[in-house]
């Protein structure tokens, strides 16, 4: 079954700006059996790491962020842009793939010696993981791992992200 | 447990504007008994009514929707703001509380045929709730039912959508 999720993401040539070739995911969503494989498959990856609360990016890290933290038993925490969390937050600037942004997460949400789960759906540069793992630390959290359904190798994110227990379902 | 899911939402005064008590559903999603006790029992209210998908508009819309639909066992159909689906689209223009806006479907998240569940956090004024429920009809899509965690009842929600079946967890 592994091998056969890249059946279900197809490239998009140009998007979201020429010369990009995004992974699609949502013919995985579409499809039950895909989808449930490969969020079971994320979080038996991290059972028994003593993870208590999984921290996602809006807005494709949400679809698998919350169903890891359902499997899991954990609390589920959401990152946003700026100025969507409605409670005072905390925040971060980072570079990304195709710019620069800012990332919230609720000053609540996080609370000394949580052990978090970082998932999203795709590790591209690592730039994004990187920003939500240093928010998590800063509010005082332990980063446990990292989970993603697709990682761009060629875009080498570890580098960016050493130290850190990383798994992704399926790699290109 | 069903009335105390109103202790873990918060209000906030004047979010997103001026005026606006904002409902703040995240001290839900951050209690694994409280989160997962409010997904049960949506998915338990729409068991056995032969949903395949589950239709969710980003971004809060997908954190109940993705769960909802790994426990139903659907395919979970994301529907998200003009230029954020990467494949070719399906769009409406809709009013909402705050302003105009237009919501995209991919062109083959849907087949004739499909009974579809629409999920969200927050029914509100029902706008966006209708507005979804006409791009699955437009794309061939029997809707079901809806499930959202809060129903706003002094906004009449219902009075947009007769002739569906809506279950909320909590009313105000």
Redesign the interface.
Known sequence: MKKDIKNYI?D?PN??KEGII?K?I?PV????IV??FA?NEISSYFTNKGVN?VVSM???G???G??I???L??????V?KK?????KTISIEYELEYGKDILEI?ED?IENGDNVLIVDDVLATGGTAKAVASLVEKCGGKVVGMGFLVELTFLNPRKKLEGYDIYSLVKY
């Open positions: 197809r998009i998007f979201p995004f699609d949502t969503l579409k499809d039950p989808f449930s969020v609360k809006e807005a494709r949400f679809i698998f919350s169903v933290s359902y499997i038993k954990c609390g589920f925490i959401p946003r100025g969507k969390l409605p409670y609720h949400a």
